[in-house]
């Protein structure tokens, strides 16, 4: 099972916010390409970026830190926020992005992640964040009206679904297992957990559902808090 140490950037700064409020950030560190770094030498395989200022203006905000992430590293990263068409895709494509996240569009124009899905097979990961198993979208602040299992039926030809529930995004109060266990025995597609994981207890509870279709989980405020280092996460992850 991977781990995704997560950097999400608001104003250009690695924050991590408390169940999606933008009013709430806690910052980091100012240097997203030296925090990239120091993922990678803790031993993290992926990277997990998010452009918050994007998911919420609709387009990509934080373009000089991301371009200083990829720069600072040769372990692959996968983008999401604001990305929101397929020119946009293709130009993180040719940043170096390994995967592009699209969230928002798999909701309000799911042609876009369908078409994109076709033009980069395997690099299409389809981020859906949830309350109350519905999801939402516009930087989690608008509710789609669209249940999370339904919407994940309709993009088995994307790389993975990204579910994070919400109410436990940098809460530190646990990973909802059952929900994302549910999630992935419902469709094909692998699932990556996200949202909640305060210690390596809840990385075991998740890793014990892998054969139902959970190969990864997103990791952020756990890491930052030092609750959490890579090297251990890892560890209880291993096969």
């Not at 991301?66 to 293709?90: F, H, K, N, W, Y």
Request: aromatic share 4%.
């Amino acid at each position: 099972m991977i781990l995704y140490p997560a950097i999400d950037l608001k104003d250009s700064a690695c924050v991590r916010l408390l169940r999606g409020d933008m009013e709430q950030a806690t910052i980091y560190g100012t240097d997203p390409g030296a925090q990239a770094r120091a993922f990678e030498a803790a031993g993290a395989n992926w990277l997990h970026v998010v452009d918050l200022n994007g998911a919420m203006s609709g387009q990509s905000v934080n373009d000089a830190a991301v371009a200083a992430i990829l720069e600072a590293v040769t372990i692959p990263v996968q983008l999401g926020g604001g990305i929101r068409d397929l020119d946009a895709v293709e130009h993180w494509m040719n940043a170096g992005v390994m995967r592009v996240v699209l969230g928002t569009a798999a909701v309000k124009t799911p042609e876009l992640v369908h078409e994109a899905c076709q033009h980069f097979a395997g690099r299409i990961a389809v981020g859906i964040d949830a309350r109350n198993g519905i999801a939402a979208v516009e930087g989690w602040t608008e509710s789609a009206g669209v249940p999370v299992r339904e919407l994940a039926q309709s993009f088995t030809n994307a790389a993975a679904i990204i579910y994070t529930d919400i109410e436990r995004d940098g809460a530190l109060t646990g990973i909802n297992v059952e929900a994302t266990a549910a999630l992935a025995r419902a469709i094909p597609t692998p699932v990556i957990a996200s949202g909640g994981v305060a210690s390596v207890e809840d990385l075991v509870r998740l890793k014990a559902c892998r054969k139902e279709g959970i190969n990864g989980v997103i990791c952020g405020r756990a890491l930052y808090d030092g609750r959490l280092d890579v090297a251990a996460a890892m560890s209880a992850l291993e096969d």
